[in-house]
């Protein structure tokens, strides 16, 4: 029907475009009745330091359950919450459900960090620095175990800004990590002006590190240009044994993936800590006897 006329052409394709609006407001509207009643979850996925296998971080990821559309996985609901403005009530929400669970783990004496994905349009709004500041002294959290992970092609899209923005928050003394490192076309003269504490290679490096030559070069590259800046480097996506060894190889500080945990619900999460800070204790235990 495409084919034929000009005018069924545009009708084919408003009608396309039509259901893709309607189903956009309907994603909307039941985000927003899911904000409202509370009704989203955080994952977290555990960011192991490679050398010892010591757990030193959780990532914090959005889910969301809907009762009609099912399982709505955040790459679809995060960009219509940017969209919609919806991303600051759902950011504030992440934001403070992740400190709360990281205080909760320091209590039971586990000192890592909680991760939490802001997105750009969140953190150039109006008093954002003074929400996470809030958020962390109600919470009882010290800074230095908050890292807000920004995408590199966010922070390249608002380049100028980004330089300011940064160094605000290094100032409030939260770490900052460049999420999805290697796919946003950032140069290394940007690189050295925004002030950051880590890098996430992304996960489509990683993929490529068992099946490419020239992969391990490119993570070998960002690597050393990393541990040159004093970054410490982290390879998100860690699927395999194999990966995992060339990226060793690499020198990579930190792994995140499918090998260790998937992102899992609070409890789970913090029953694979006790599990990880047992091992390694048992381990430096059994050295000290050595
Ligand atoms: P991201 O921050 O780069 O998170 C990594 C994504 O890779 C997550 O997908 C995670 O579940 C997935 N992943 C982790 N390990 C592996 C692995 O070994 N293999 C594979 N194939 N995938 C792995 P998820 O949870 O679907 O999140 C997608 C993106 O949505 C995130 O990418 C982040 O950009 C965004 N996002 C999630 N939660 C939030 C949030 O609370 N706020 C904001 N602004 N963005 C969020
Ligand atoms: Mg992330
Ligand atoms: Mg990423
Ligand atoms: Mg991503």
């Given at each position: 029907a495409a084919k034929s006329a000009g005018g069924g052409r545009f009708q084919f394709f408003s009608e396309g475009l039509n259901q893709k609006a309607q189903e956009r407001v309907a994603v909307e509207a039941a985000l927003r009745e899911a904000l409202k009643k509370n009704l989203l979850t955080v994952h977290y996925q555990p960011q192991l330091?490679?050398?010892?296998?010591?757990?030193?971080g959780m990532e914090a990821l959005a889910r969301w359950h809907d009762e009609t559309l099912g399982t709505v996985s955040p790459a679809r609901f995060i960009p219509i919450a940017e969209q919609t403005g919806l991303i600051h009530q759902l950011g504030a929400w992440v934001l403070r459900e992740a400190c709360v669970q990281c205080k909760r783990w320091h209590q039971e004496g586990f000192p890592l960090s909680v991760s939490v994905n802001v997105s750009i349009k969140q953190v150039m709004q109006e008093g954002f620095s003074e929400m996470v500041v809030g958020t962390l002294l109600e919470v009882g959290l010290?800074?230095?175990y908050l890292d807000l992970e920004l995408t590199e092609s966010m922070l390249m899209e608002k380049a100028a800004e980004s330089v300011a923005l940064l160094r605000m928050f290094k100032s409030l003394g939260v770490q900052i990590s460049i999420d999805d490192?290697?796919?946003?076309?950032?140069?290394l003269s940007y690189l050295k002006n925004f002030s950051v504490d880590r890098i996430k290679i992304d996960q489509s490096f990683v993929r490529d590190v068992t099946v490419r030559d020239d992969a391990v070069g490119i993570i070998k590259a960002i690597v050393a240009i990393g541990h040159s800046m004093g970054l410490q480097v982290i390879a998100e996506g860690v699927e395999s044994l194999e990966e995992e060894e060339k990226l060793q190889l690499c020198k990579c500080d930190q792994v995140q993936g499918?090998?260790?945990?998937?992102?899992?619900p609070a409890p789970e999460a913090g029953a694979f800590l006790r599990d990880a800070f047992a091992r390694t204790a048992a381990g430096a235990g059994k050295e000290e006897s050595l």
């Open positions: 330091e490679l050398r010892e296998g010591r757990v030193v010290e800074p230095k490192f290697g796919t946003g076309y950032s140069s499918y090998l260790h945990a998937r992102p899992m």
